[in-house]
């Protein structure tokens, strides 16, 4: 039997896309809406490319019910992935 590997990329509550502080192996760090699109990219580049070019993974965004999101239908989300 082959083993088939499902490569998912999976990320959820990004409703504030500003920049933010994080602590990285003890330092802190500085993240945005670009740093985290390249650290997406770095995890998706990684993946095979099927042959209509598209990479083969799933990317999930699993947002959640909120108030803004209720109001906003969506529209106050930063579109990364196309």
Do not use: C
Request: overall charge negative; charged content about 25%.
């Amino acid at each position: 039997m082959d083993t088939q590997t499902l490569n998912i990329a999976q990320f959820n509550d990004v409703y504030q896309v500003n920049e933010q502080k994080i602590q990285v192996d003890g330092k802190e760090e500085s993240i945005d809406v670009t740093k985290f699109a390249s650290s997406l990219n770095n995890v998706t580049s990684k993946w095979d490319t099927n042959p209509d070019r598209t990479k083969d993974g799933l990317i999930i965004f699993s947002g959640d019910s909120s108030i803004q999101t209720s109001v906003t239908r969506g529209r106050h989300m930063v579109s990364l992935v196309v």
